[in-house]
Each structure stands twice: as structure tokens, then as C-alpha cells.
């Protein structure tokens, strides 16, 4: 099992910057691929970036590619998304996701977190 906690969601306005974290427990880090979802209101849940277990690979969809950084620190069991030039259209509940590889983590996650709001206002 793992648990998943994410922190870091808010109100923000056009243009700024968010960092999100995810606290990993129950299993080793190193051995678990992490990703971020995120679902608009109204609409299905999506994925935004995936890393892999040694945090070399990642993956980020189209919509945020140049403006948001996955990444990871094994030493803190702690998975990040840095947010930066966010825009209205990134408003939605994130969520943190884990798997035993970054496939399953794009595919069919093992393990979520409970997810946090952030709002972007133009």
C-alpha cells in the first residue's frame, strides 16, 4: 500500500506560480513511479506529467509542456509539480498518482492521493 498526501493548491492569479507536493508512504520511494492528473470541473480527469522511479524519464501532456516541471526527491519521498505562467484554463482538482512503473502510472494508477484545488483568476 501507499499513501498519498498533496499540499500546495490555491487561488492564484494569471500568470503566476504554484509548486505542488506529494508525500509518499508505505512503500519504497525509489521503487514507485509518481504522476499528476488533474480534473476540470465538469470534466474527466486527465493527465498533466509522469516520472519515472529513477526520475530520469518524464512525460507532460501538450497542454502544459514548457510551463510545468514534474520531479522528485527519493531522500524525501516527496514528488513535485512546479507550476509556472498558470492560466485559467489550469483550474481543476490535481491529484498525485502512483504505480509500480510510469506506464501504469500513465495507464491505471495503483494508488491516489485525495487531490487539491487550485484556481487560477484572469
Known amino acids: 500500500q501507499v499513501q498519498l498526501v498533496e499540499s500546495g493548491g490555491g487561488l492564484v492569479q494569471t500568470g503566476a506560480s504554484l509548486r505542488l507536493s506529494c508525500a509518499a508512504s508505505?512503500?519504497?520511494?525509489?521503487?514507485?513511479?509518481m504522476g499528476w492528473f488533474r480534473q476540470a470541473p465538469g470534466k474527466g480527469r486527465t493527465l498533466v506529467a509522469t516520472?519515472?522511479?529513477?526520475?530520469?524519464?518524464?512525460y507532460y501532456a501538450d497542454s502544459v509542456k514548457g510551463r510545468f516541471t514534474i520531479s522528485r526527491d527519493n531522500a524525501k519521498n516527496t514528488a513535485y509539480l512546479q507550476m509556472n505562467t498558470l492560466k485559467p484554463e489550469d483550474t481543476a482538482v490535481y491529484y498525485c498518482?502512483?504505480?509500480?512503473?510510469?506506464?501504469?502510472?500513465?495507464?491505471?494508477?495503483?494508488?491516489w492521493g485525495q487531490g487539491t484545488q487550485v484556481t487560477v483568476s484572469s
Open positions: 498518482a502512483a504505480g509500480s512503473n510510469s506506464d501504469v502510472v500513465r495507464t491505471g494508477p495503483e494508488y
Open positions: 508505505g512503500r519504497t520511494f525509489s521503487s514507485t513511479a
Open positions: 516520472i519515472s522511479r529513477s526520475g530520469v524519464f518524464k
